[in-house]
């Protein structure tokens, strides 16, 4: 079973930017993929970025260009830098891990961009 640790949410105007964390209780290295989603109010929860066991990463196209995935294996974590952030972009952000063909995912962290 793998434990994931959300942290960085927060307020920000809008333009502004955040990096988000992800602490996961096992090597990075033994997770075949890791990831963000979001969901915003009334909505469903939404695919945002993913980096795969080579280092690999794919984004959803609204935030091409302005969020950037990256790993740190010496911390067994993950980050979501986020730039030129949109009110649009207000969300619980939570964090999913593939492990041995299982999803994981963490409790989630709020980000709300205010206009």
């Known amino acids: 079973q793998v434990q994931l640790v959300e942290s960085g949410g927060g307020l920000v105007q809008a333009g502004g930017s955040l990096r988000l964390s992800c602490a996961a209780s096992?090597?990075?290295?033994?997770?075949?993929?890791m990831g963000w989603y979001r969901q915003a109010p009334g909505h469903e929860r939404e695919y945002v970025a993913f980096?795969?066991?080579?280092?690999?990463?794919k984004y959803a196209d609204f935030v091409k260009g302005r969020f950037t995935i990256s790993r740190d294996s010496a911390r067994n974590t993950v980050y979501l830098q986020m730039n030129s952030l949109k009110p649009e972009d207000t969300a619980v952000y939570y964090c999913y891990a593939d492990f041995r063909a299982r999803d994981y995912w963490g409790k989630g962290t709020l980000v709300t961009v205010s206009s």
């Open positions: 096992e090597s990075i290295f033994s997770l075949n993929s």
């Open positions: 980096i795969s066991l080579g280092g690999g990463t």
